[in-house]
Structures are given as structure tokens and as C-alpha cells.
């Protein structure tokens, strides 16, 4: 590959972001190059450490440039006001959702990035990162889904299913980290060979994006994944039959503006360290935006001071959605009233 300026000039900047033995290589380049040496790519720079980071800068100033502003709260949130008409795009490395108030808005902003960057376009929000959409037009409401995603699964790891299983999680069953003593051989087998790992991190993306009442279920198996025992394992197959069954319940999104914010907490629930589980989830308007399910730091001595330990992170993630929503100058949306109602 011949050296030419531009490319020695983005050595040059690369070299200013990098430390340690990368700068190193990348300045025997910039040597090479300016002896008009030439160089055989081995490696795309797509393949190295700074490859997202360097595509997010990329893309980044490339929307600024064409009127998208980002929100500051959210900087993969963007949005373009004109007036009473407004243009939002949400990005996900190179996955983009743009959404506008017109039609010929929406097909102008769509035009736009693919003239420097290979996309293909979907008319219709139909699938996204592995979770489908319906959209109700009379309702002004959006239905999100995983029931493709567990389904496949299901059929990946061999699960089991079982329409009998109610509820995520056993009602009052408290695992320990430790394996029990009445274990066989083949259980133990068992356990070393399932695929823990794989499978609570499938189970924790469908907690995240459509499925908050599993929270508290995904939050006590997750503590075993580097050291799982039976009974975890066992749990874990469960809650994946009840996931299958609860396939097709989803989230709606949609139906007010205000943030509320819920709380909870257990107390000395943990059976070994005796800490106590806090518990949130903050809707905006009908929607489950953010959730929260963990052991909380230290001991609390009695409810009176685990629920208020409780209430920290919600109050703080119902912050942060009043945060996002304040930052976007779209027509409605600012001065959102919070209200936090504790459980």
C-alpha cells in the first residue's frame, strides 16, 4: 500500500490516541511510510480496540454535521426540531432508528446518512436487536416483543418447556453459593457441564428489554455465574420454561408523559451475608423504562433502614429518565412533572 498524505496524516492522529506498544506500532508506520516504504495490510483497523470508539467519533460528527444535536444526557439520543415538526434518531453502534413527525422528513434524514455510509432501510419498524414491533396507530402505541428471540433460544440450548410454571422463581427459595452435601457424581457432572454462563446472559437480555418482572429471579441467579451449583442450575432451566410461556406478554410503549418511580425492599434476605434486596422500576407514562434489582451494599439493621436504601437508586435512575427527557428540545416533553411514589 503506497503512501500518500492523507493517510499519513491519519497515522498521525491515530498515533495521538494510542499508548504503550500500539503507539509504538503504529509510529514505525508513520517511519516507514515517510521513507516511502510501502506497507501490506494485515488487519483491518475495524478488527482493533479502537475501532468502536473510532467509529462512534465517525458517525457522531457526520450527524452533528447534517443538524442532528445530541442529547446531553443521552448521547446516542438525537433529534432535529423545525418548528412544531421534529426528527429523532437513536443509535446503537451501527443499528439506527429514525423516527420523524412527516413523512418527508422522515424519507429526507433516511437519504441522508446513506450517502456516505452502506445501509439498508425498513420502511416499517418491524425487528430491532433481536426484539420485535406492532404499532397501534389508533392508540398511538408501540408493542415490543421477544417471543422470535426466546423461541430460538428455547431451540438453541434444547431447553425444556413446561406450562405448569407460573411465576419466575420459587416462592421463598433461598440458594446458597456453596454446593449441598447430598449432591451425586452425575449431578455434580451435570453442573460442570451446563451452559450457565451463555444461558443467564440470553435471560438477562430479555430482562432488560422486555421482560422487568423477571428482575428479581435474573438478579439471584446472576451472582452464580462463575461458580454455579445445582440448585441454581435447576432455578435457571425454570425460569427459562416461564420465560417461554410469557413469551408473548411484551412491553407497551406509550400513553402519558409523567415519570413515576417505585421501590422496594426485603430485608436481610440474603440466607449467608444477611443483606437486604432493593427493588425499583421508573415508567414513563405506561412505559417500563428503567429497572433495578440487587443486594444492597451493607446490612441494614431493620426495614426502617433497608427501604430507604432502597428508594437511592431509584431516585436517581428516575433523575437521570427526567434528565433525558429535559435535555431534547422536542415540543411536550420538557418540564416533565416527577412524581416518586414509594412502596
Known amino acids: 500500500m503506497k503512501c500518500d498524505k492523507e493517510l499519513l496524516q491519519k497515522l498521525k492522529e491515530l ?52 443538524g442532528f444535536v445530541p442529547n446531553k444526557a443521552a448521547p446516542c439520543f438525537y433529534s432535529i426540531i423545525l418548528g412544531e415538526d421534529f426528527v429523532i434518531l ?23 446518512p446513506r450517502k456516505k455510509y452502506k445501509m439498508t432501510f425498513n420502511e416499517i419498524l418491524t425487528d430491532f436487536l433481536n426484539i420485535g414491533f406492532q404499532r397501534d396507530r389508533t392508540r398511538r402505541q408501540y408493542y415490543m416483543f421477544q417471543a422470535t428471540y426466546v423461541e430460538a433460544f428455547h431451540e438453541s440450548f434444547q431447553l425444556p418447556r413446561d406450562p405448569s410454571v407460573q411465576t ?10 456453596t454446593e449441598r452435601d447430598d449432591i451425586t457424581p452425575a449431578q455434580r457432572a451435570y453442573v460442570h457441564n451446563f451452559p450457565y454462563k ?44 416461564f420465560i417461554y410461556d410469557d413469551r ?72 437521570y429518565c427526567k434528565k433525558i427527557m429535559n435535555a431534547t428540545s422536542i415540543p411536550g416533553l420538557k418540564y416533565i412533572h416527577v412524581l416518586h411514589h414509594i412502596i
Open 168 to 177: 419466575p422463581f420459587t416462592e421463598n427459595l433461598r440458594i446458597r453459593s
Open 198 to 241: 451463555k444461558l443467564i446472559g440470553v435471560v438477562l437480555y430479555c430482562n432488560i428489554c422486555t421482560m422487568p418482572g423477571i428482575s428479581y429471579a435474573v438478579s439471584s441467579l446472576a451472582k452464580f455465574t462463575s461458580n454455579p451449583v445445582f440448585d441454581a442450575c435447576k432455578e435457571l432451566i425454570r425460569l427459562c420454561k
Open 15 to 66: 498515533k495521538k490516541t494510542l499508548h504503550g506498544n500500539e503507539r509504538h506500532c503504529v509510529n514505525c508506520l508513520i517511519i516507514k511510510l515517510m521513507k516511502g516504504e510501502s506497507l501490506l495490510l494485515l488487519k483491518a483497523i475495524y478488527g482493533s480496540i479502537l475501532a468502536g470508539r473510532q467509529w462512534f467519533l465517525d458517525i457522531d460528527a457526520y450527524l452533528k454535521a447534517i
Open 90 to 112: 437513536l443509535l446503537y453502534v451501527d443499528d439506527i432508528i429514525i423516527g420523524a413527525t412527516t413523512t418527508a422528513l422522515k424519507a429526507k434524514y433516511y437519504s441522508l
Open 248 to 319: 408473548h406478554r411484551g412491553l407497551t410503549i406509550g400513553g402519558g408523559r409523567a415519570i413515576v418511580s417505585y421501590s422496594d425492599s426485603d430485608w436481610a434476605g440474603d440466607p449467608e451475608k444477611r443483606r437486604s434486596r432493593s427493588g425499583c422500576i421508573i415508567f414513563i407514562g405506561n412505559t417500563p423504562f428503567a429497572l433495578l434489582s440487587k443486594m444492597q451494599n451493607d446490612a441494614a439493621l431493620s426495614t426502617l433502614q433497608a427501604e430507604p436504601n432502597a428508594m437511592v437508586p431509584c431516585i436517581q435512575n428516575g433523575t
